[in-house]
């Protein structure tokens, strides 16, 4: 079975400013993908990055990058230069095509 | 074209009322799943098909009854509602194949049980 946990039921960060969102998992599969995915109020699910845990180099998206520590299975999204659409409930989410399991959530909130 | 759509947006009902929730891609994916998503954002998934076969049934009441006609539909239907039925639905799908880029979801419906 895998478990996905989100520590941080919400965090805030000033307009331009940068955050970090944690996320730490266990599984006990040997290839398997990690995800942050962005539910913003209109609950629309968004894909923001994908991680392929057999490779060591963190994934990056435009303003959006991980750090991937897959001893720790740790697995955080960065978030440079926060804008206002950044708020959202963001999930990180672990698995494979099979089956995603995803963690609680964390809140954002973006202040101006 | 939406990716993957789900009918109805919303459906508030009667408690003891059947209803049917609809999912449609036209991404060509073999894989849709259903998920449900209580009032504390929890996402949990409930079934998955690849290719019209189920691959997932997670314990869920037999009231819930996935039906899939083709790979690109996967419509949830749901017997005798119960209050505590009431929460986001989420219709998904992906491609399973060498390597894996996520699900892409659907905008959920939100069924409310009164």
């Known amino acids: 079975a895998q478990t996905v946990t989100q520590s941080q039921p919400e965090m805030s960060v000033q307009e331009a400013e940068t955050v970090t969102l944690s996320c730490t998992y266990d599984?006990?599969?040997?290839?398997?993908?990690l995800f942050w995915y962005k539910q913003p109020p209109s609950r629309q699910m968004i894909l923001v990055i994908r991680?392929?845990?057999?490779?060591?180099q963190n994934a990056t998206e435009n303003r959006f990058s991980v750090n991937f520590q897959k001893a720790a299975k740790s697995f955080s999204l960065k978030i440079s230069d926060s804008q206002l659409g950044d708020a959202a409930m963001y999930f990180c989410a672990s698995g494979s095509a099979r089956q995603l399991t995803f963690g609680s959530g964390t809140q954002l909130t973006v202040l101006p | 074209d939406t990716a993957v759509s789900q009918t109805p947006k919303y459906l508030v009902t009667q408690m003891g009322n059947d209803k049917s929730i609809k999912c449609e891609q036209n991404l060509g994916h073999d894989t849709m799943y259903w998920y449900k998503q209580d009032s504390k954002k929890f996402l949990k998934i409930m079934f998955s098909y690849n290719n019209k076969e189920l691959i997932i049934n997670e314990t869920v009441p037999n009231r819930f009854s996935p039906k899939s006609p083709d790979k690109a539909h996967l419509n949830l239907h749901i017997n005798s509602l119960e209050l505590g039925d009431s929460a986001v639905y989420f219709c998904a799908s992906s491609q399973e194949g060498q390597s894996f880029y996520g699900y892409t979801f659907g905008s959920g419906t939100r069924l409310t049980v009164v």
């Open positions: 991680q392929e845990a057999y490779k060591q």
């Open positions: 599984t006990s599969e040997s290839d398997y993908y």
